[in-house]
């Protein structure tokens, strides 16, 4: 299956718009059907921009974290040594032996050091995959992580691991930034589509999310999203670095009302957004060939 | 001394607009950005730097080839597929795969495992036009951006001390994960910025329920309210329903973007028109000692 991930630096760049237009006009421009994976976890909306979809499937994502058999535990200490994230208290006169859920990075460090078999490992709940579609037909899939839990990047773990799609692509919306959920989310991509708007806060966090790009060596290139607002700075910026502009949207008011309902039907129907849809799937068919 | 964050859920709804147009408003605050991962208030700020700090990030596995004796039982154990045989079949670890929490030096028969501390996360202390900023420099691909945010709100509260400043205006990170929940838990009020979209409402609704978690007073602004109208009435009539108080609803107009062109706060931009007026409706709000009790006295009940 190829991967092809819509990442930005910034927030509110129009990732989801073009994300969910992809799905949307697959069958038309690539030739197939494709598979929306919504990765933004925290936020997870693409499922709004579709209508009357079903829920066919909702699984949990759970996190192993160890508990203390107290009976076994001799106190040695060496799963408090072992624990990198400082989620183990250990006070042996209190008869006191924790592990906290929200600091447990659930990496198995303490279990591998326990020489009285005292752990035991629980499943506890952090998030859900919803997959949703229409006449059993799938067309999205979304993270969705518990909120209050800090386990963003573990939910999108489980995603890959064990949720992915037959397709034979998938269209994978990144959450926003440069941090360890969005590079967990990039790592594997055949191709990435950068979306960008050309404001100083869009260009300083394009610059940051190439950063990371090239570090990790995958292809891309960006689609400027709302031209016409801002200034040329983006544009001398990625001439300068010999990135490859996809495509340019320019910004348009009928195509910001028609996002505000969220509806992919009205915003891919729009000539403008067309066009550019048609040569977004163009490119990423010349790029992954 | 009162401490506000400004978050939204949704990224791009306003956030660093906002903040920034409430630091030229309020009389020298202490600024924190805590939004790390893509930190651009100082686009608007322009901080001068005065002290420099460096924030551990997380440890990271190296493997001593030497005494490396190829048994895979770390490659076998690593719960994040962190290591991994490389093209001339020499093992290797994956840098922004490793979670750092050295279970493969516990397991490595060979000690042929070391786990070495990252130092280039970067904390900074500024002056501004404004006031002192708190501001940090993260690494891509880091994890640890919830304990930074925790390090920069308490040296803000510092400096908060040192200059005798009323208040502390931190501009938070999108999303609800763990910065969000670093830059809310103990501030004394939340102004979220909701765009009017349907993304930005049920964005929104899942930031509030964090908020309301650690049971602060929440306040609301609307941004892009004439983007779609139908919607911005459905957000009002909640917000009524729930007594959060609505103290601005910005328009979508072109100048916002203008303005961050120029390295401007909106209200240093367009100091008289309306949506400056609105702007200051917040910081009013924001000024009165009873909006803090109030909405006190409502959570506790």
């Known amino acids: 299956m190829k991967r092809i991930v819509v990442a930005s630096g910034k927030g509110g760049t129009g990732k989801t718009t073009i994300s969910a237009g992809l799905q949307y006009t697959a069958p038309q421009y690539y030739g197939k059907p494709a598979t929306l994976m919504d990765f933004d976890v925290e936020e997870p909306n693409d499922h709004l921009f579709f209508n009357n979809l079903d829920l066919l499937k909702s699984s949990a994502v759970t996190l192993p974290v160890p508990v203390i058999n107290k009976e076994k535990c001799t106190y040695c200490g060496k799963c408090k040594e072992a624990c990198a994230f400082n989620a183990i208290t250990l006070i042996p006169k209190a008869g006191i032996a924790e592990i906290s859920t929200d600091l447990c990075h659930s990496c198995g460090a303490c279990l591998v050091v326990c020489k009285d078999d005292a752990l035991d490992e629980l499943f506890h709940p952090i998030g859900e995959v919803n997959t949703f579609g229409k006449d059993q037909t799938i067309i999205l899939k979304e993270g969705r992580l ?14 890959k691991k064990r949720h992915l799609p037959d397709t034979d692509l998938a269209i994978f919306d990144a959450p926003p930034g440069t941090s360890c959920p969005v590079v967990t989310t990039l790592e594997d991509a055949d191709y990435v589509i950068v979306v960008a708007e050309p404001s100083p806060f869009g260009l300083n966090d394009l610059k940051l999310l190439v950063e990371v790009i090239k570090d990790i060596k995958l292809p891309f290139g960006v689609v400027i999203n709302k031209a016409g607002t801002g200034n040329n700075d983006m544009e001398d910026y990625l001439k300068k670095e010999k990135i490859e502009i996809v495509s340019k949207i320019p910004f348009n008011r009928e195509i910001a009302e028609a996002y505000s309902n969220a509806s992919i039907q009205e915003i891919a129907a729009h000539k403008e957004m067309d066009k550019h849809l048609k040569h977004i799937w163009n490119h990423i068919k010349k790029k992954t060939a | ?119 280039s996360n970067r904390w900074y202390v500024s002056i501004t036009r404004y006031g002192s900023m708190i501001h940090a420099h993260m690494k891509p691909g880091e994890e640890n951006s919830g304990k930074l945010v925790t390090k920069l709100r308490d040296a803000a509260r510092k400096k908060a001390d040192e200059n005798q400043a009323s208040f502390i205006i931190n501009d938070g990170p999108p999303g609800i994960g763990c910065a969000a929940i670093a830059s809310v838990t103990g501030t004394d009020m939340v102004v979220m910025v909701i765009e009017a979209s349907k993304s930005g409402f049920h964005d929104f609704k899942r930031a509030q329920t964090l908020v309301d978690s650690f049971k602060t007073p929440i306040v609301a602004v609307i941004n892009k ?15 009524g329903e729930l007594n959060i108080p609505l103290l601005a609803k910005i328009p979508f107009d072109k100048n916002l973007v203008d303005a961050t062109t120029q390295a401007l706060t909106y209200p240093e931009y367009q100091p008289d028109d309306a949506i400056t007026e609105s702007l200051k409706n917040i910081v009013t709000y924001l000024q009165k000692p009873e909006n803090y009790e109030k909405k006190q006295a409502q959570s506790a009940s």
Do not use: W
């Open chain 2, 1 to 119: 001394m009162r401490e506000i964050t400004v978050i939204s859920g949704k990224g791009g709804a306003g956030k660093t607009t906002i903040t920034g147009a409430l630091t030229s408003l309020l009389n020298k605050p202490v600024i924190t950005d805590c939004d790390v991962d893509a930190a651009d208030l100082y686009l608007l700020l322009q901080p001068e730097v005065q002290e420099t700090h460096t924030f551990p990030g997380g440890a990271k596995a190296i493997i001593n080839q030497q005494l490396c004796v190829n048994c895979r039982k770390c490659i076998n154990h690593c719960r994040f597929d962190a290591l991994h045989y490389n093209e001339d079949g020499v093992l290797a670890v994956n840098d922004y795969k490793c979670e750092g929490c050295g279970l493969c030096k516990n397991i490595c028969p060979a000690n042929a495992i070391e786990m070495v501390q990252e130092f």
């Open chain 2, 225 to 239: 309210h004439d983007i779609n109208k139908t919607l911005t009435a459905e957000i009002e009539k909640y917000l």
């Open chain 1, 146 to 159: 518990e909120v209050g839990l800090p386990h963003q990047t573990a939910v999108i773990r489980d995603m």
